[in-house]
């Protein structure tokens, strides 16, 4: 299928900044939609920022301003820039991608999920 893997998480301070990066591969055929969730301790699993396939961007409300997701299609691969961290910025977060994968000679749609990486921001 279609395999992700986030990179780029750390410990850093509040008011600082982190880049996620998630490299998709498999026999991928197209991918629509990819994004970001965040997961904090007892708490559920959030959408933080998403784009489609051309560019359209959609921001939880409580890092729009501080959180910029983009893509480069043709590396399969999308970003989280993430400035401004705050403690509440804390959580495991997770890579998603959905679209078209090719197995032999026909096409299933995927949506696939990364193992997570750690941000902790300090106060």
């Known amino acids: 299928q279609v395999q992700l893997v986030e990179s780029g998480g750390g410990l850093v301070q509040a008011g600082g900044s982190l880049r996620l990066s998630c490299a998709a591969s498999?026999?991928?055929?197209?991918?629509?939609?990819m994004g970001w969730y965040r997961q904090a301790p007892g708490k559920q699993r959030e959408l933080v920022a998403s784009?489609?396939?051309?560019?359209?961007?959609n921001y939880e409300n409580s890092v729009k301003g501080r959180f910029t997701i983009s893509r480069d299609n043709a590396k399969n691969m999308v970003y989280l820039q993430m400035n401004s961290l705050k403690p509440e910025d804390t959580a495991v977060y997770y890579c998603?991608?959905?679209?078209?994968?090719?197995?032999?000679?026909?096409?299933?749609?995927?949506?696939?999920w990364g193992q997570g990486t750690q941000v902790t921001v300090s106060s």
């Open positions: 784009i489609s396939s051309g560019g359209s961007t």
């Open positions: 498999g026999s991928i055929f197209s991918i629509n939609a």
């Open positions: 998603n991608a959905e679209g078209i994968y090719s197995k032999g000679r026909d096409r299933q749609s995927f949506g696939s």
